[in-house]
Every structure is written in C-alpha cells, then in structure tokens.
C-alpha cells in the first residue's frame, strides 16, 4: 500500500511539474499562477501547495529537473571514435533541438532569462554547457585538430554565451523551427577559426565522401544540408562531419585526452 501511496505522489509531482514546465515556456514566470498550474494539470490548488511549498519551488524544480537529463546527453556524445569537433556540432544539434521543442529546457531557458523577477536562486544552466565544451575543444586540441592559440575553456565560455544568445534570437526572430537550419550556417562561420588547417602539402589522413553531398564538384558544394524554418528532419547521426570535411581539411581522426 505504501509503495502504491509512493507512486501515485510521484505520478503527481510530474504532472505538475510538466503543466508548470508548458506555462513557464509559453507564459512565462509572472504570467503564470498556481491556479494555471492546477487546471493545467487536472489537480487541486492543494494538491500543488502540498507537493512543492510556492511557486518559487515549482520553478526551481523544473529547472533542477532538466538538469536531470544532462548526464544523458553528454554521455551520448562520447563516443571516442567520433572526432571531438564533431561532437561538439552535434551535441549543439541536440541542445538546440531540445531548446525548440522540449518543454522542461525551454521552460528552465525561460526561466533562467527572468531570473531576477523570482524569489530564488535558481542553478546556473551554463557550468554544465561550458564544462562538456572545454572537455571537447581540449580532446581536439589534444589531436591537433585545433587552430593554434584556441585556448579551450575560454573558447568554451565565448561559444556557449553565443549560442544560447543566437539561439534566443533566432526563435525570437523566426520561431523555434529555424534553430537547426541557423544553427548548420552559425557552425559555418565558427568552425573555420577553431579548426587547424595543414600546412601547405600536407595530405589528410583520411576522407569522407559518405558524409559529402554526392554530386557535383565538392568543393563548391554547401558544407551543411541547410534546413528551412518548416523542416523537421533530424540532424544526422555525424551531425558536424559535413560542416568539416573537404578537400584540403585535416585529419578529424579522434585522439581523446581527458587531462
């Protein structure tokens, strides 16, 4: 009975904290009261007070809910196969996807932007970004895939505060759908000052024509399939191998230092 009594309490707190995420999204902090909360979630005023003390408490537990996730993420982005340039694209792939249709990282996105209108401290969002940005830019630069004189924490810093600002702007600008298409030209722009170019004759070790657009001369093709503001695809599985590989770019295979 008990363990019944243990799993309907947490059946409810994620309803509530699912309807307070979709509210804070859409509505924002001040525009959302307990009241909306309940009638969002089909629960009483009581029973929401009874769970999480004020609203204050709801919005920090849907912040520190969607910190939850982010061991996940990082992990699945790990693979030391993958050249870590890669997966840094594409590990900004999935945060833009998830900041245009997730609810909990849109809502604790939202949140965090009016931070000084809530009654709490709510956890800095961006330690986590920064930290797996370092760990990257320091795996490439550990296999000489990184331009001379790219220190990476603070390049990590610098790109995690432009993307979450490019991010905020383009969904301002242009919706939630435009991110990925945006995000593959912002890339274009980034990644040529990050990446190590070989000295003149030198040959890649490696390349890629399954991750180049099939057709054509490639070096005059676009280096990412660009996507409108209506596409719903989802990034490829090497999400970054078309932002940089071509002909004359350098090696991309992993060497991983986690010092």
């Not at 993958?82 to 694209?89: A, F, G, I, T």
């Not at 709510?122 to 331009?147: C, E, N, S, Y």
Request: proline fraction near 8%; charged fraction near 20%; hydrophobic fraction near 40%.
């Amino acid at each position: 009975m008990h363990e019944i009594l243990q799993e309907r309490a947490r059946a409810t707190r994620r309803s509530l904290l699912e309807a307070a995420a979709c509210l804070f999204a859409q509505q924002g902090y001040a525009g959302t009261s307990v009241n909306d909360i309940s009638a969002r979630s089909g629960r009483t005023s009581g029973s929401v007070y009874f769970h999480y003390a004020s609203k204050e408490g709801i919005a920090l537990a849907v912040v520190q809910d969607g910190f939850a996730a982010w061991p996940g993420l990082v992990t699945r982005y790990g693979d030391q196969s993958v050249p870590p340039l890669e997966r840094l694209v594409a590990l900004s792939h999935e945060i833009a996807r998830a900041l245009a249709e997730d609810s909990l990282t849109r809502a604790g996105a939202r949140l965090w932007a009016e931070r000084h209108t809530i009654n709490v401290d709510l956890p800095d969002p961006f330690v986590l970004w920064t930290t797996a940005a370092t760990r990257l830019l320091a795996q490439a630069r550990a296999g000489g895939h990184l331009a001379a004189g790219v220190r990476p924490a603070p390049t990590a810093r610098t790109l995690v505060r432009a993307f979450f600002g490019f991010c905020t702007l383009t969904e301002a600008l242009e919706g939630p759908a435009a991110l990925t298409g945006r995000l593959s030209e912002w890339w274009q722009l980034i990644l040529p000052s990050l990446r190590h170019e070989p000295r003149p004759g030198q040959t890649p070790a490696r390349s890629s024509p399954d991750i180049r657009p099939s057709c054509g001369d490639p070096s005059t093709e676009p280096l990412v399939p660009l996507q409108t503001a209506g596409d719903k695809a989802d990034p490829p599985a090497h999400a970054g191998a078309w932002l940089m590989e071509r002909p004359g770019s350098p090696p991309l295979t992993a060497h991983v230092d986690h010092s």
